[in-house]
């Protein structure tokens, strides 16, 4: 009967001591009282706040980018600017009659990219190209010439781009500056037409026996067919015209091209474009068309640049190098001429 009695002396003790740590954690919780807090931050300097219930409770901040004040019953937090692409964290400490408790704040990375091209083309007419610039910043783009202007929505960047009337190909450049990452990006805008490429240039390439040719050849613009046509590039067979087909800002010689007729000794040839590759290897019975395509600049002096370069691969997977010009012999096909690393400059 005692041994029930003490029993029963203890657990009430248990319970009584339970039920006194219950009031505590309450009165805890009441000087505590979070009633509304903003404390994850974008990665700009901003200002966020913890509202509390108790008016006495102080905050201290754990890392030195993170500052706090009383304002009435809130606790303002500022952030600075985080440059780093790493989020940050830190806690404040709020503390009141000897109690503490810890609350955690969190600061998004900065971030400035480029994800668009870093050269951009464009034809003659008006336009509007839009750029991929994410940005956790603000950020300057200055355009070089008066015929872009710039406008940032968000994480794009627009450019309005004027109409062309110069009858020649024009660049322009716009300069992307932010300052609070230290970090800038440049973009090329290239505005011109297939019609503004035509006319005289000098071609430079390399024949298949490695050596090294240079001519001057002329670019025309079929308007019947919108093919363009590369006359004058090899000196030994004046008669080749190469066939090119117009896309947009751009032009490319195809494949298993019939080109014309070729004069030799009395006798009139066909002669066809195909394709070759690195090592020298003339592929006329590629399955696919494939394309060696014009590729237009224009340097900081105002040289404009004509290179060319494969579009696809053969169906092996290797890359085209070059062009050759092949007569049909009986129906047998015979490499004439071959061109490897065109380049037009004017």
């Known amino acids: 009967m005692k041994k029930m009695k003490r029993t029963r ?3 009430c003790a248990l319970a009584a001591g339970f039920l006194g740590a219950g009031c505590d954690d309450d009165a805890q919780e009441a000087a505590f009282g979070i009633l509304e807090a903003r404390l994850n931050f974008d990665a700009p300097a901003s200002r ?6 108790d008016p006495s409770c102080t905050a201290t901040a754990a890392d030195g980018w993170c500052t706090v004040s009383r304002s009435g019953d809130s606790i303002i937090v500022n952030v600075t600017d985080n440059i780093s692409i790493e989020s940050r964290h830190t806690s404040l400490t709020l503390a009141s009659g ?36 994410p940005a956790a910043f603000d950020y300057e783009a200055i355009p070089s010439a008066a015929w872009v202007t710039c406008t940032r929505d968000g994480q794009t960047l627009r450019l309005a781009v004027e109409r062309n009337l110069s009858g020649a190909p024009r660049k322009a450049d ?22 503004d490429l035509m006319g005289s240039w000098e071609a430079s390439y390399t024949t298949n026996s490695g050596q090294e040719q240079t001519a001057q ?77 014009s590729l237009f600049s224009i340097s900081e002096g105002g040289k404009e640049t004509l290179t060319f ?25 015979r490499s004439v001429s071959e061109y490897y690393g065109l380049q037009l400059t004017r």
């Open 98 to 133: 000897g109690v503490s408790r810890q609350i955690p704040v969190s600061q998004s990375g900065g971030y400035f990219r480029l994800e668009s091209d870093s050269v951009q083309h464009t034809g003659d007419s008006t336009a509007t190209l839009n750029l991929a610039v």
């Open 217 to 293: 050849v002329t670019l025309t613009h079929n308007a019947a067919d919108g093919t363009v046509s590369l006359s004058g590039l090899d000196r030994n067979y004046e008669d080749i015209t190469l066939k090119a087909d117009a896309d947009g800002q751009r032009f490319s010689f195809a494949t298993g091209t019939f080109i014309g007729f070729l004069e030799r000794g009395g006798t009139t040839y066909r002669i066809y474009q195909h394709g070759t590759t690195g090592t020298h290897e003339v592929r006329p019975g590629e399955t696919r068309t494939l394309h060696y395509g």
């Open 48 to 53: 966020g706040y913890v509202l509390v219930s």
């Open 9 to 11: 002396i203890i657990l």
């Open 309 to 333: 370069q494969a579009d696809s691969t053969f169906t092996d997977g290797t890359a085209m190098e070059g062009i050759a010009v092949m007569a049909d012999m009986n129906g047998q096909m």
């Open 174 to 195: 716009i300069s992307l500056s932010c300052p609070t990452m230290g970090k800038d990006f440049h973009v090329s805008l290239l505005q011109y037409s297939v019609d």
